[in-house]
């Protein structure tokens, strides 16, 4: 018990050293980078207090209207998580085109949005979703670096992908045929205007329906893989061609 409260005290007293020396902003920062896994959830009340959004909480799936068993609850991305996985991404300043498959209230287009791409575009089914997503992107405007933001209520299934989309986020958001008819469409796309993607797996554990899917498809290659907290990862996917289509076609 001692030992436990010695030690508590000495946290403490650093962390006030922290924040005389560096203000609030520069003591978090410090701080967070040395936090144990467990406290990501402190980094993200951090985050939605200085954003002025609120995108917490997990909401099952028959609450969002979803009958069929491939779609998935609604929960989001830890924001650490995103911000180490957009960094292991080699999109081009301006150029590249950015889309979150399950886009929800909206955190991981906020996220998106303070990094250098052309566009942002959410792909949310349940429209009372996409009704807080934009009230979000709204509030959090001064922060962004790509103001140019679209939240489309659509099925993913039946989405027509950009044929300039080349960074794709998906956080495990459905399973099965789901999975299959956004990667035809994302084949779809490529063939009609042939470009290097990224699609990005966060779906934390490779045993998981989602990630098996996305490794078996035979024009996608694993390009990188991110570790997160928890023991958990993510996973980064590029098209083996320019094209979807086969070899010689």
């Given at each position: 018990m001692t030992s436990a409260f010695t030690?508590?005290?000495?946290?403490?007293v650093d962390l006030l050293r922290k924040v005389r020396s560096k203000g609030f902003g520069g003591s978090y920062r410090a701080v967070v980078r040395r936090i144990p896994p467990w406290e990501e959830r402190?980094?993200?009340?951090?985050c939605e207090w200085?954003?002025?959004?609120?995108?917490d909480g997990e909401i099952p799936g028959p609450a969002l209207g979803h009958r069929d068993p491939d779609c998935?609850?609604?929960?989001?991305?830890?924001?650490?998580?995103?911000?180490?996985?957009?960094k292991a991404v080699p999109f081009r300043d301006g150029s590249d085109v950015f889309i979150d498959f399950g886009s929800g209230k909206g955190r991981?287009?906020?996220?998106a949005s303070g990094y250098p791409f052309r566009r942002v575009?959410?792909?949310e089914c349940a429209q009372q979703l996409t009704d807080v997503a934009w009230q979000n992107v709204e509030?959090?405007?001064?922060?962004m670096r790509c103001p140019d933001i679209e939240i489309v209520t659509a099925d993913a299934a039946s989405y027509d992908v950009p044929d300039d989309a080349t960074v794709l986020y998906f956080q495990n958001p459905f399973s099965g045929h789901v999975v299959d008819a956004v990667l035809e469409r994302i084949k779809t796309s490529l063939n009609r205007a042939p470009r290097q993607i990224f699609l990005i797996s966060h779906s934390h554990d490779p045993a998981y329906r989602f990630e098996q899917q996305v490794r078996t498809c035979p024009w996608l290659q694993l390009w990188?893989?991110?570790?997160?907290?928890?023991?958990?990862?993510?996973?980064?996917?590029?098209n083996a061609r320019w094209s979807a289509a086969p070899a010689g076609a």
């Open positions: 030690d508590l005290s000495g946290r403490t402190i980094r993200d009340l951090y200085r954003l002025g959004i609120s995108t998935h609850h609604y929960g989001p991305s830890y924001y650490g998580s995103v911000h180490r996985i957009l991981v287009l906020v996220v575009i959410g792909v509030r959090a405007r001064r922060w990188a893989e991110v570790r997160l907290q928890r023991g958990t990862r993510a996973w980064i996917y590029t």
